[in-house]
């Protein structure tokens, strides 16, 4: 989902200056509430497989988790 932009926002209220209505559309209000909305963090389980190999050093099991954590955050 996109999030809208400050700048998005400022551009749709300048264009309605003056105007009696303000026409937004839906996606615009479902992305401004998206964004106010907390997001819980998911960490790892035992279950998690983490995409390293053994023997691997201990830089590349850093860049596994952080993968494996950015895709269950997505």
Not at 38 to 53: A, F, K, M, N, Q
Request: glycine share 6%.
């Amino acid at each position: 989902m996109n999030l809208i932009s400050k700048e998005i926002l400022m551009s749709h209220l300048q264009r309605s200056e003056g105007a009696e209505e303000v026409s937004l559309p839906i996606d615009f209000f479902r992305d401004l509430l998206y964004q106010s909305m907390p997001r819980t963090w998911v960490g790892l389980t035992d279950e998690d497989d983490i995409d390293w190999e053994d023997g691997g050093n201990l830089k590349d099991l850093v860049k596994a988790i952080e993968a494996k954590l950015k895709e269950k955050n997505a």
